[in-house]
């Protein structure tokens, strides 16, 4: 489930490592330094962050961490009709220069995983695209669930020029907050509910680092 790897794809590391060595000996020309400097973009690309984790970290809900490095492009109420919830709503762009890593929000199971078909954005709309027509998009869903019960749903876009998610665990498996469990290979759009009550600490603008940035803080409901 969790990989306690240096890198987040380590087949891929190591056959650029072996073409950069090829390379080297056999190109006796100073253009052989264009693909070794391409191969070492890629390798650093797919580099894995060391993100620490404290277990007693105390509070009256779940403190909820980003899953991801990016921006925040929008954070709004929401109302699944459905479900008939009331979510605060979290869309982050991840970039093609942050790290790919996915990160656990907090010690969770994953309760739901799938994928689904539809059409493909443009890298430029992923900020700005209508929301109501989600169901449309290529798009990868989870949900996670807190050890209070909480149901955080995290919401994969992808873009043309991207790639889906590559999600480690499956449904059923538990680990604990800030742990590895896939990547987001060349990035694209990620969108967060997060059930009320709970309080939303980061703003629009806000450039997120997993494991460490506060997304929001849930509240348990009392019961009468």
Sequence with gaps: MIRKNFFLKKKYVISLLLFICLSWVIVDSPYHLVPVGCSLLIIYSYRKKTIGWKENLKNDGTVILSPVAGEVVEVSDFFHNEEAINYSKIRIIV?????????????AEMEYLKGHRGQLLPRKDLETFDLSKIDDMTKTDLTLRSKYGVMTK????HSRFGKSPKIWMKSGDRGRGA??????????????????????????GEQIVPGHTVLAVTKKVEED
């Design 154 to 157: 995290l919401t994969f876009i």
């Design 95 to 107: 970039r093609f220069s942050d790290y790919w890593g996915l990160h656990l929000p907090f010690s």
């Design 179 to 204: 742990a590895c469990f896939g990547y987001y290979p060349f990035g694209g759009s990620l969108i967060i509910y997060i059930p009320k009550p709970c309080d939303v600490l980061i703003i629009k």
